[in-house]
């Protein structure tokens, strides 16, 4: 089975810009996780999806957004660009909420210049 | 919320037991977690531990915990070239909210040397 996907790989995008990540879960998972993860640091956590609804937002500006969709895949949505978002992306499946192992996509890799 | 601390570096020479150390704040961590992340990758899951155990042995990787002092390491033995990576101690809390909601350290970065 594959395991989690994320597009784009890399993307270089302007302060003010908007920037749409995808990520689609492994087969059978219906929980989709969102994490930034700052060049030396550990991952944060942004969102959490469980068929299609929210079910955690982590210390993040409105900004950020995110949706589920009815295949389970998600998209994680940033507004208005600032330097500080450059920062590797992060999307995990799980089966459900709550305490299931999560299994991490290769990330997306952002640049605001 | 929880706070978590890892060691930043460790250097072991291969063939050698590794031995990497989190520490916690909240009591309340339920799932407690050690992924493995190589340059340029995502994480990797390596293996877990529910709060009312002590030890879970996976091959070559040995999970302790110890609640009282808030205290969890992670033992790869046999340590080879390819275990070099950074580690990451992650928590849950089933009591709150987010019951997805990871909680990480800064990681361990781990070199092994020839």
């Known amino acids: 089975d594959a395991g989690v996907t994320q597009s784009p790989t890399h993307l270089i995008k302007t302060r003010g810009q908007h920037v749409t990540l995808r990520c689609s879960p492994i087969?059978?998972?219906?929980?989709v996780s969102w994490y930034q993860q700052v060049l030396g640091q550990g991952p944060q956590f942004i969102f959490q999806?469980?068929?299609?609804?929210?079910?955690g937002r982590g210390n993040f500006p409105d900004r950020f957004s995110a949706r589920q969709f009815p295949n389970y895949s998600s998209e994680l949505n940033v507004n208005a660009l600032l330097l500080g978002d450059s920062a590797l992306y992060l999307c995990?499946?799980?089966?459900?909420?709550?305490?299931?192992?999560?299994?991490f996509g290769p990330g997306t890799r952002l640049t605001v210049t | 919320g929880e706070d978590v601390e890892q060691s930043l570096f460790l250097s072991v020479r291969e063939g050698d037991s590794s031995v990497i150390n989190c520490t916690y704040t909240?009591?309340?961590?339920?799932?407690l977690y050690w992924y493995k992340q190589e340059p340029g990758a995502g994480l990797q899951l390596l293996t877990y531990?529910?709060?009312?155990?002590d030890m879970k042995q996976d091959q070559r990787l040995t999970v302790l915990l110890n609640k009282k002092d808030k205290h969890l390491s992670l033992r790869i033995a046999d340590t080879q070239t390819g275990d070099s990576a950074i580690y990451f101690c992650?928590?849950?809390?089933?009591?709150?909210?987010?019951?997805?909601?990871?909680?990480f350290g800064a990681g361990t970065q781990v070199v092994v040397t020839p």
């Open positions: 995990a499946s799980s089966l459900a909420t709550g305490g299931y192992e999560q299994y």
């Open positions: 087969s059978g998972h219906k929980s």
């Open positions: 999806y469980y068929e299609k609804e929210e079910r």
């Open positions: 909240d009591s309340s961590s339920t799932y």
């Open positions: 531990i529910f709060s009312n155990m």
């Open positions: 992650a928590l849950t809390d089933l009591t709150t909210d987010s019951w997805g909601k990871l909680q």
